[in-house]
């Protein structure tokens, strides 16, 4: 038995161990969308492999992966672009897929195929702390005209802008993740308690509440989806009723936005939007990390509040003024007090 055990990691191949792992994600539950980006990274990473004439599995040395990492880190942005304007992958991306392949190896070592993690011996990617841009209220407002079914002649456009408004509009009035909101199913919806159900990063459940705006919009989208979707419960559906594909967010961000004049428009800005916007209407820390599933409010928020927000809030809170308001009031009560004994 021993011996079938280790002929079998001697040949095994990159391609299906990874299918395993895939295989074993599935089982744990991840979701699609989870799955669907776990399954693209390997497969840039089999590719490759294949196309260098890597060994099995069990001989995988560190070498290998760098020689990988440096070629990816290097790749045009746009997989197969092969044009000299095409940027190099971001370093976010670079820094998501470092993770994406040590989890993968960390797995190899947990089912006895490899020894130690190749991963282990590099470094950690370091990211370049950005400020993610928000999303103005002039763009938004365009992006709500832009999805007005009313502009649209065919029934099928109508649908399709119909839906595309509601996710803006819940998009707007929540902090919510692309794949908490893309993977939505009917029964995630309770409008009966304003709140939808999403899914956050470790399969973390929470209730997200909306507003009576997104509510009203979330209950005419459900109405006319009703009429289409007999055969599936996701949320999000063509103007056939199938359920959309799980990148389909992403992509209609990418659409809308270049109509209404938005570049680099993404679910993302609209979570960080959100949560700026909170933060500068005195929204507690703590209960704006329960609201969008953060362990911790990121920095890269926080650092978008600039020079202004720091006067309103001083302004709010200034000890010199509360005692001088407070002194002034003082005074008026008893100047205020000494005419009424007068006049009695």
């Known amino acids: 038995m021993n011996h079938v055990l280790i002929l079998s990691q001697e040949t095994l191949t990159l391609r299906d161990a990874a299918k395993g792992f895939i295989l074993s994600q599935r089982v744990a539950g991840r979701k699609p969308t989870t799955l669907g980006a776990a399954e693209m990274t390997l497969a840039f990473l089999c590719n490759f492999a294949e196309e260098h004439d890597w060994p099995t599995v069990s001989y995988i040395t560190i070498a290998h992966i760098e020689e990988y990492m440096a070629w990816f880190k290097a790749r045009p942005k746009w997989y197969g672009d092969r044009t000299k304007a095409a940027p190099p992958v971001s370093q976010s991306y670079y820094e998501t897929t470092y993770r994406r392949l040590k989890k993968y190896f960390n797995w190899l070592v947990e089912r006895g195929h490899i020894e130690n993690n190749p991963f282990n011996s590099i470094p950690h990617p370091k990211i370049d702390e950005r400020v993610i ?82 509510q009203e919009a979330l209950w005419s989208y459900m109405q006319v989806r009703a009429t289409k979707a007999v055969q599936t419960d996701a949320l999000w559906v063509d103007s056939m009723g199938r359920a959309m594909h799980p990148d389909w967010i992403r992509k209609m961000m990418i659409r809308r936005g270049t109509q209404a004049g938005i570049p680099n428009l993404h679910p993302h800005r609209f979570r960080h939007t959100f949560a700026v916007t909170a933060l500068r209407n005195g929204t507690p820390e703590r209960v704006l990390a329960l609201h969008g599933g953060w362990k911790k409010i990121p920095d890269t928020y926080l650092r978008t509040l600039d020079d202004e927000d720091v006067k309103r809030f001083h302004r709010a809170v ?21 005419k009424a004994r007068g006049k009695l």
């Open 318 to 338: 200034s000890p010199a003024d509360r005692l001088a308001k407070g002194q002034i009031a003082q005074r008026r009560e008893q100047r205020g007090g000494g």
């Open 133 to 214: 841009p928000t999303v103005s209220e002039r763009e938004i407002i365009s992006l709500l005209s832009v999805t007005d079914p009313r502009k649209y002649s065919s029934r099928q456009a109508q649908f399709t802008a119909l839906r595309d408004q509601t996710v803006f509009w819940v998009l707007v009035d929540t902090p919510s993740r692309r794949a908490e909101i893309t993977g939505l199913t009917v029964d995630e919806v309770d409008l009966d308690i304003g709140s939808i159900l999403v899914a956050g990063k470790g399969g973390r459940e929470r209730w997200m509440p909306l507003g009576d705006v997104a």
